[in-house]
């Protein structure tokens, strides 16, 4: 059996498979299971977690997890808090929501706020206070449970809020630690000693005060914040955002980018704890008696009972997980890679899944392909091949280089590779050893590939479409009539190949690219992540706007995500008479093709939308040190793209100018930073988006 895909980027293969069409909703596989946990709070006897994509709820002390989303499921949660009545949630460009009755229900709750939608970053309920820690606007106070909020603080960002004795320390961004004894009505600054004034985190064992840095480590004060020093020995990496602290007795633990660490010695040495996870990057912790969480940046959710000593997984019902690649089979085993986790297994058709990861050293998989019985992983780092059915992986280096693989192709015997940054890759033997082959790519950006009869085509994110008609060894430019060069995924058949674009939806050619003709009647989500070819005339489209059908060459579309979560399609593919999905932080959906409405039956939704902005995900990603930033406008305009570490802080400045309608896209160079997850931001014309990247040194 012989497949392709595209994971980050757009995917095409051809199915030749169609049934009669009748009308039904998505549903999501039991898994895989994980995501992004940013932050952990207890109310009352219950456990929640605030992810990537909102809340999520335990009764039984993580055992178990179930959606808590209403009125908030589209939101980042960075920051929790509860008192006995009330949870809190601090969200990304939302300000702070309020539930009432356990997380069934969400309301916000920002009256006083210089900026409604501001980010929180932290949240702490003190007496009867309620503390909000902005991004920018400093330090906010309610005293009637979130009705209204009055500034305390002016300070550019406040992520850390906590009580010793009776005084209020605040951590803040660029100015270091303040502290309060009348309940934030006012302050004294307490930095001397820090070499770093970007505290984020603070915690509290016994009379000692430690604070987290991005980039300067740990830091200790035993005397209230009127001396610190750094307490970093046994900690890697320390130049890192510190992102949370738990404390089990007198053993206190720091999570962060180079993993978990613990000290029993108020900070003097450190030793890393292994939970268990390839994906080392802890973002949250929490301590409750001898039990410890763990969240991670991807993987989920891991849980000791022991102080720390042994890890399993507590991520049953939390699907957040991060599918950056379609589902390839073989036989009756299904496997789908994932943004942070590494490869998926399932042999009951997405009852359940488990992780497949022996051997693979990288926890970022960018694809997935099928040759036979081997199965190829494309990823961050390269190449990886199992021949076990995925219990086994070994890295392929021959001829290869390190970065992202998006796509594979198969012409005859012969295998090739997209590497963006890199071109194509060709193997003559399996996939044991790669040659590159260039000659005449403007452009060496390459993300998607596919094969019409003997000629294999190459699309490139910044340069259109290339033909190959001698098995990739020179190639020709063909892009007449394709006003669109972005190009993430192309389906092709003997007579037709079709391009997928960002921003300009998609294109057909009948005459292997001599010419290229738009066809998006109907497609009102032009920005395009993966298309899939069932047949000669039917495709369907992932956008970011859901999945779109058409069973006429593109001529028409219709939108077909009823029951799909409201976010971006990253894969499409088919394994017997149902159509996979992989949806960005929202895990594997799937449908039958018999559920399908028919074209010309069903009526076009209102939410459709003509012509959006689009910020697109980065690529390669991860990266090292060099990245490519893409977006869409509708319309001309003053447009800004920048660059910020997790707490907001601005890095650089890629886009200040006033910009044509179009697809667009910038290089940015890391080699200044640290390894770490960082985040890019568009504004353009009331336009706001901002995703994350990875640098991976």
């Not at 926890?363 to 099928?370: H, M």
Request: aromatic letters at 12%; one cysteine or more; proline letters at 3%.
């Amino acid at each position: 059996m012989k497949s392709r895909k595209r994971g980050s980027a757009l995917c095409f293969i051809a199915f030749l498979f169609w049934q009669g069409l009748s009308h039904a909703d998505w549903i999501q596989t039991n898994g895989p299971c994980g995501g992004t946990v940013y932050v952990f709070t207890k109310h009352n006897s219950n456990l929640f977690v605030g992810t990537i994509r909102g809340v999520y709820l335990s009764t039984d002390e993580g055992s178990t997890w179930t959606v808590a989303n209403t009125g908030i499921e589209d939101k980042e949660i960075y920051s929790l808090a509860a008192n006995d009545s009330t949870v809190f949630a601090g969200t990304v460009n939302g300000g702070v929501y309020r539930s009432t009755d356990n997380g069934a229900s969400w309301e916000q709750t920002s009256d006083g706020f210089k900026v409604k939608n501001i980010t929180i970053y932290g949240l702490a309920v003190i007496g009867s206070n309620l503390f909000a820690g902005t991004n920018g606007d400093g330090l906010y106070r309610s005293t009637d449970n979130g009705d209204h909020w009055t500034k305390r603080l002016a300070a550019p960002q406040v992520g850390a809020v906590i009580e010793k004795d009776s005084k209020l320390f605040v951590g803040t961004g660029g100015q270091g630690v303040f502290y309060s004894t009348d309940n934030g009505d006012n302050w004294t600054r307490a930095s001397n000693g820090l070499t770093d004034q970007n505290i984020y985190r603070l915690a509290v064992s016994g009379q000692n005060l430690f604070a987290g840095s991005n980039g300067g480590g740990v830091f200790l004060s035993t005397n209230d914040g009127a001396n610190w020093k750094p307490v970093n020995n046994g900690l890697t990496n320390i130049q890192s955002l510190i992102e949370s602290f738990a404390l089990i007795e007198t053993t206190i633990f720091v999570g962060y980018v180079s993993g978990l660490f613990s000290s029993s010695d108020n900070g003097a040495n450190w030793s890393s704890v292994n939970i268990g996870s390839t994906n080392k990057y802890v973002k949250a912790l929490y301590a409750a008696g001898s039990k410890l969480f763990a969240g991670m940046d991807g993987t989920g959710i891991y849980l000791s009972t022991d102080k720390g000593a042994s890890w399993t997984e507590a991520n049953t019902g939390f699907k957040r997980m991060w599918v950056q690649t379609q589902v390839v089979t073989i036989g009756s085993h299904w496997f789908v890679g994932t943004g942070g986790a590494g490869v998926f297994l399932s042999t009951d058709e997405g009852g359940n899944w488990s992780k497949a990861n022996r051997g693979l050293t990288t926890p970022y998989v960018t694809s997935l392909a099928v040759n036979d019985s081997n199965l190829f992983a494309g990823t961050g780092i390269g190449l990886f091949l199992s021949t076990d059915r995925g219990s086994n992986w070994n890295r392929i280096i021959s001829g290869m280089r390190v970065g992202s693989i998006l796509d594979f192709a198969w012409l005859g015997t012969e295998i090739f590779a997209a590497m963006p940054g890199h071109g194509v890759f060709r193997s003559t033997d399996n996939g044991a050893s790669w040659k590159i082959g260039n000659t005449g790519l403007t452009t060496t950006n390459v993300v998607a590939l596919a094969v019409s009869g003997p000629n294999l085509f190459a699309g490139s994110s910044d340069g259109g479409v290339f033909l190959s008609t001698n098995n990739g060894t020179s190639w020709e430019v063909v892009n007449t009539g394709l006003t669109a060069k972005a190009v993430y995924g192309l389906a092709a058949n003997e007579t037709h190949v079709f391009a997928g674009t960002h921003g300009g939806g998609v294109f057909l050619t009948t005459n292997n690219g001599i010419n290229w003709t738009k066809v998006n009647s109907g497609l009102t989500n032009k920005a395009l992540y993966c298309l899939f070819l069932m047949n000669d005339s039917t495709l369907f489209a992932g956008t970011k706007g859901g999945v779109f059908l058409s069973t006429n060459y593109g001529t028409h579309w219709t939108w077909q995500s009823a029951g799909l979560p409201p976010t971006t399609v990253m894969s499409l593919s088919a394994v017997d008479s149902t159509l996979i999905a992989g949806i960005w932080q929202e895990g594997v959906w799937k449908r039958p093709f018999s559920e399908f409405a028919s074209p010309s039956s069903a009526h076009q939704v209102s939410h459709a939308q003509p012509d959006p902005f689009c910020l697109m995900q980065n690529y390669p990603n991860p990266f090292n040190p060099f990245t490519k930033i893409g977006f869409y406008l509708p319309v001309v305009g003053p447009v800004k793209l920048k660059v910020y570490d997790l707490l907001g802080r601005e890095l650089a400045v890629l886009v200040n100018e006033t910009l044509a309608p179009g697809t667009h896209e910038v290089d940015f160079d890391g080699s200044g930073l640290p390894t770490g997850v960082y985040l890019y931001r568009l504004q353009a014309e009331g336009f706001v988006e901002t995703r994350k990247f990875l640098l991976q040194k």
